[in-house]
């Protein structure tokens, strides 16, 4: 759990995911020799930004999994703008860094008198902060016998699979996306890239879920089934069919809200199936997120054997 938790300690809100894609190539750099198929990295700003692929092999299947958080926006007199849906509650404390320096703040929380109830919100530091300034939540990360809890292990969690999962891999591409928390825009050139360079058009989304009245925590990983998009139903049973062969606990999600990188996909004018497999969280979008090590567990393994027989 000790990349688990440096991922977390990593400030990579949505559209400065830079720090985080560069601890990713120092991370390749070291352990990608030592693998079972080192990868090929790609990885040039002018065509993909801050995103990353890693491709293995001959592949059959991307793996997409965001690098990016929510978090907030210094915005004028105190206020900030929240990136994404972080749950808002005062007294969540924040960190980031401006040209004055470090900052370790407190979120404020105030309703507008008006109709809508309205929040305002903002925070609480001995100085004001430079407007512009990403502040995320501070990282308390918890590890028990049976769980972990931290923020933002949506979607760290996600990039920590990643990289487990490329220790074995010898088929595949894993690539990294930016900007998933705030409406996404980075998948579609990566998809095009991973389409037309190696003929790739099937995808999995590796991302985490909630735990609902269907879905619980400790059960095993989660295949959606839908959330506010709908996969091809034939994609989603073969990897059905392929986690019950292979005795794997895991379980459905139907949902009608939510999304991920796959919205990109679906939207796509190339015939992409995509499937969203991941481990489900409580606290979701909060500083005290919380999955349970058993769908951890379920989750890198399905991903293996997903990744070998798709």
Known sequence: MQLLQTLCQIAAPSGNEVALTHFLLDY??????????????????????????????????????????????????????????PECVAGYRLVGRDAQGEISCTLTVEKKDDEEETEVLGYEFSRDIEPGTS????????????TVQSCYLDNRLGVWAALQLAETLEHGIIAFSCWEEHGGGSVPY????????????QALICDITWVTEGVKGGRGCVISLRDSL????????????????????????VEGVGGSDAKDLQ?????????????????????NEI???????????????LMREL
Do not use: N
């Not at 059905?240 to 459905?252: L, P, S, T």
């Not at 999955?291 to 054997?305: C, F, G, P, Q, R």
């Open 230 to 253: 709908i996969p091809r139903r034939a994609y989603v049973e073969r990897i059905r069919a392929i986690a019950r062969a292979a005795g794997i606990a895991h379980q459905v999600e």
């Open 135 to 146: 502040l995320t939540f501070a990282c308390d990360f918890r590890e028990t016998d049976t």
């Open 28 to 85: 390749v750099r070291t352990h990608g020799p030592g693998w079972r198929q080192p990868p090929i990295v790609v990885h040039d700003e002018r065509r993909f930004q801050d995103c990353l692929l890693l491709v293995f092999g001959q592949p059959r299947t991307a793996v997409f999994a965001h690098l990016d958080s929510i978090g907030f926006t210094v915005r004028y007199g105190r206020e900030l703008v929240p990136i994404g849906g």
């Open 190 to 201: 990566l998809a095009r890239f991973i389409y037309e360079t190696y003929g790739v058009r």
């Open 291 to 305: 999955v349970a090590k058993a769908d951890i567990l379920s989750m890198v393994a399905l991903y293996e054997v």
């Open 267 to 287: 939207r796509s004018d190339i015939p992409w199936d995509w499937c969203f497999v991941g481990a489900p969280e409580e606290e979701v979008h909060t500083p």
